[in-house]
């Protein structure tokens, strides 16, 4: 059974950065899609960034809230993905959440570039806050 893991998530100035860190166990992570989305709260969950599994072409794509700041990437021999977050703003805190599928289901262009929410595996997430 798949398990995702994230951290990282923390307290931060506006104009700071982090790293989140995703960590798959039970299986290896070559073969999946994997995406980053964040939640605050009152509003619906958001496609932020995902990355194509290592077998079709990787293909990394962002949504506009996060193209220029935010940037994805993944160690398959680590099994981690990461999410670094540049530039924070007071808009961006939210509990973000990485999700991962093989798109066997719905093909891998709906998982990534469409990042819709029905990713098989979803991690338990972590807060990211910005305050000065």
């Known amino acids: 059974q798949v398990q995702l893991v994230e951290s990282g998530g923390d307290l931060v100035q506006p104009g700071g950065s982090l790293r989140l860190s995703c960590a798959l166990s039970?299986?290896?992570?070559?073969?999946?899609?994997i995406a980053w989305f964040r939640q605050a709260p009152g509003k619906v969950r958001e496609g932020l960034s995902c990355i194509r599994s290592s077998d079709g072409d990787g293909g990394r794509y962002s949504a506009d809230s996060a193209k220029g700041r935010f940037t994805i990437s993944r160690d398959n021999a680590e099994k981690m993905v990461y999410l670094q977050l540049n530039h924070l703003k007071p808009e961006d805190p939210a509990i973000y959440y990485c999700?991962?599928?093989?798109?066997?289901?719905?093909?891998?262009?709906?998982?990534?570039?469409?990042?819709?929410?029905?990713?098989?595996?979803w991690g338990q997430g972590t807060q990211v806050t910005v305050s000065s």
């Open positions: 999700a991962a599928d093989d798109t066997g289901d719905y093909g891998t262009d709906w998982y990534c570039p469409g990042l819709h929410e029905g990713y098989d595996y």
């Open positions: 039970g299986d290896t992570l070559y073969y999946y899609t």
